[in-house]
């Protein structure tokens, strides 16, 4: 029934590794500058320490003999070499710092770039995902996976990654100097470093399945705390406030739980890591100086080799820090690809345009099914509809009028049957073509948080003119002219400046700019007074008259606005006919409506 989709393209950390190779001039510059920053910073903690032996101890080496040969002989003082070594150092820290700064800031530019591109596919997704899935999934746990998840990503390519380089960089120098100091020394720290990082590597491998915990757990309350946020006013109208929000503390209390028992885990892993850096630094203290006595090893490399020892931590403790921060990485990039792994509305390529040089268009649905998982909701519906002519869809709720709606439009897949758009196949008309000529307007229509003006467009470039004649046909003209800024007043979070009944008609209005062929009514005057219903059904007369609609009603004066009425019952069509025609049935349709019909005629 539908074109065949490409393969999904997920995210694994190769093809990131690919992406950010393509970023060439930014990678180039961060790695010279990591070395920079690794030349700077290396032989930092050299420099003070080897002046013990020459300078307090009386052992001129390659420092004091340098400086000697720059300077004039009345500042060979030790408080010169001293002066001199110092401002080298803070010196040569400063531009380490810089040098980090910097290539941060490359890295960063990578991140952002990367994340940039996921986003994109992300959104690209999203704009296919079949709507089943999507309903299952719900707003708030997409939106985290936009947020949360894609930040954790940013945040371990932009800080984690060139950390890691750095690190790496710094621990290969360090060894450098230390083999040339004392090549025995430092054999038994390099030696030892590694068995230090696979401990800790151990310590993180178990938390990790307690950050997956609080992932969920946390997944769970932004969704109950979205769906809460989205229903406040109705909560609050009804006074179910307090069972909400006890609801939602529910669920704040498991993702406080969860937090907390990976919280003190994680910070207990963490101090025993840095506990065990510490006694290895204690046992290389104490090598160091049973070195000096036994062999060798001068006062100042010994403290040298001190220096170096907490000059490691830092990259130590970066490197088994970054374990954490890729199984964060891994667990958002895995709720990321599940996004991009949902499944797809059907794509209708356009083979035939049936709206090319018509006006409007007729419907033919033969046998057609449907079901959401288990449930059959559609049982082999079929019903005919000429060009021009208006129906209307009745039966209770439940029923399948609405589902049959969205299998039209392609929201729904085409389980079984043949949906024919003026003779066109549903498969050959195209997807967006089909969605450009079929409006659809709901009982509960979607406005955005923006202006009036955009609220009707969408988008489109469309002149004023057309949109007060627009509201005019809508019956709300009037209302949005005494507006301070008219067209470019906002009408809040969903509408929510707007009544109910204003908002239906701000949604027809939307419905006549767009100026479809084909009309289709949810529900979509439910709201409004007799009054005005009255007026906008005159009112929509001419507009409907040059375009076939469907009308999907519960009322009665919007259902005898049809030609012909169509009865579903439990996913099928049961009776079909005018509204006089089907009263003297006597089944669903005179059911639902003959008691209203004798009251009119009691009143």
Known sequence: MSDSSPPVQVFSWRRIRHTILGFRKELVTANIVAVLATLTSVPTPLLLPLLVDEVLLGQPGVIVNTLSSFLPENLHMPQMYVGVVLVVTLLLRALTLFFNIWQTRQFTIISKNIVYKIRQSLLKKLGRVSMTEYEILGSGSVASRFVTDLNTIDVFIASTVSRLLVASLTLIGTAVVLLWLHWQLALLILILNPVVIYLTSNLGKRIKELKKYENRAFDIFQEALTETLDGILQIRAANREKHYLARLLDKARNVRDAGSDFAWRNDAATRSSFMLFVVCVDLFRAAAMLTVVFSDLTIGQMFAVFGYLWFMMTPVNELVSMQYGLYAANAALGRINGLLQLGEEAQYSLKQDPFYRHGTVG?????????????????????????????????????????????????????????????????????????????????????????????????????????????????????????????????????????????????????????????????????????????????????????????????????????????????????????????????????????????????
């Not at 709300?476 to 800024?485: F, Y």
């Not at 906002?490 to 400046?497: D, M, Y």
């Not at 009309?519 to 979509?524: F, G, H, K, P, S």
């Not at 009865?567 to 025609?581: A, D």
């Open 363 to 603: 419907l033919d649905i033969n046998d057609v099914h449907f079901s959401y998982g288990d449930k059959s909701v559609l049982n082999g519906v079929s019903l005919s509809i000429a060009p021009g002519e208006k129906v209307a869809l009745v039966g209770a709720s439940g029923g399948g009028k609405s589902t049959l709606v969205k299998v039209l439009l392609g929201l729904y897949p085409l389980l079984q049957g043949r949906i024919s758009i003026g003779g066109v196949e549903l498969s050959g008309a195209g997807i967006d073509n089909i969605r450009e000529h079929i409006a659809i307007v709901l009982q509960h229509p979607a406005l955005f948080n923006t202006t009036v003006r955009e609220n009707l467009t969408l988008g489109r470039e469309v002149g004023d003119d057309e949109l007060w004649q627009a509201l005019k046909v809508a019956q709300l003209k009037e209302r949005i002219q005494e507006l301070e800024l008219g067209l470019d007043s906002l009408v809040g979070n969903q509408g929510i400046r707007l009544s109910g009944g204003q908002r239906q008609r701000l949604a027809i209005a939307r419905m006549i700019v767009s100026n479809p062929k084909v009309v289709i009514l949810d529900e979509a005057t439910s709201a409004l007074d007799a009054e005005t219903e009255l007026r906008l059904h005159q009112a929509l007369a001419d507009f409907l008259s040059r375009r076939t609609t469907l009308i999907i009603a519960h009322r009665l004066s919007a259902i005898k606005q049809a030609d012909r009425v169509y009865v579903f019952e439990n996913g099928v069509v049961c009776e079909e006919g005018g509204h006089q025609q089907l009263l003297q049935q006597n089944g669903l349709y005179a059911r639902l409506y003959g008691n209203i019909q004798e009251q009119r005629h009691t009143a």
